[in-house]
């Protein structure tokens, strides 16, 4: 049965990945996700789960990753500096295709920037933080309801496809309290394990069909071989050019391979639109308002949200992109996802940029403006 509870974004978070499973948490505490390990700390020792506080996030990642090869669910969360310090460790955790969650709310930056003040600046470090080609799926939410929803679903996708889930929030939901209505029980994903004797063998073994390595929890029954390295089936390194290509390229493909299984975007008034919003997060609150304001004025304005930021839904945006006249792109940042919104949609239509970098927020008021102003001039 279903029940209606006040919580906070972070809280909910914690709330999501509990029903997900997630018995594990180790991190470091950094504003402004600090609720987060706060909330944890106090949850996880009730469900038989284990809570550590590491020494940096360096070492948060990294126990994350033994504990997740144990078989155990598990999940950090940071902000700003310390979502830069854990993306090689998250490299690694993508090769070795170990599943994690890592919930990375957003501040203000450069460096230390404004710690308690709102951004979207790490959009393009989710996705290639860590070097070299990787596969990644970032989700994020734009309520206190989806801070739970996709915590769950992280943690689905990240078992699924064995690989780490970027919960990319920012602070103006993760502190941000309102009601929400908690689901009954859920059953999550759990991650495949194969029997069959060539997959026991060779633990990074494909089955005929599959797109992800069945090995069995480190330790179970079975002892393999877990490197940073290129690696062959078994698991041990090679320097074969041959062996690099084919594990890159399932590594690739078995996110993009299955594009509609893992996007979801969200579209408001859309239908006879003739101005587009696109934002992600916190930010569609004001977008969603300022297309009301911009209908009561009798502009026609839709929202375009990617709720999976990454991939990019850049199909579902490509088809709008032929009914529309003008996309206007709104981020607490200087652009960045505006760029994929230009690669998107390929000239199609017309697109504008409105953003902020001052650690204040956006307005509908604001976003209104920015939409009218081009519709003066014809843009």
Known sequence: MSKRVLLQGNEAVVEGALAAGMRFFAGYPITPSTEIAE??????????????????EISSMAAVIGASAAGVKSMTATSGPGFSLKQENIGYACLSEIPCVIV??????????LPTSPSQGDYMQARWGTHG???????????????????VRAFDLSEKYRTPV???????????????ELPGKITPAERPVYEDPECLRHPY????????????????????????????E??????????????????????????????????????????????????ARAAKEAVLEARAAG?????????TVWPFPEKELFALSGRVKRILTVEHNDGQMAREVERAVRGRCETAFLGKIDGSVITPREILEAVKEGRRNGK
């Open 39 to 56: 909330q944890a700390s106090l949850r996880l020792p009730l469900c038989d789960g284990h809570f550590i506080q590491m020494e940096d």
């Open 234 to 283: 078994e698991g041990f390194p090679t320097n074969s050019n041959e062996a690099a290509r084919r594990l890159v390229r399932r590594l690739l493909d078995k996110i993009e391979k299955n594009y509609d299984d893992i996007v979801t975007v969200e579209e408001f008034m859309t239908e006879d639109a003739d101005t587009l919003i696109v934002c992600f997060g916190g930010t």
């Open 205 to 232: 073994h494909i089955p005929e069909g599959a797109w992800v390595p069945g090995m069995k929890p480190f330790g179970q029954g079975e002892f393999y071989n877990v490197t940073g390295l290129i690696h062959d």
């Open 104 to 113: 990375d709310v957003q501040r203000s930056g450069p460096s230390t920037g």
């Open 133 to 151: 080609d990787h596969p990644v799926i970032a989700l994020s939410p734009s309520s206190v309801g989806e801070c739970y929803t996709l915590t």
């Open 166 to 180: 970027i919960l990319l929030m920012d602070e103006i939901i993760g502190h941000l309290r309102e009601g929400v």
């Open 299 to 307: 502009v026609r304005a839709g929202l375009f949200r990617p709720v």
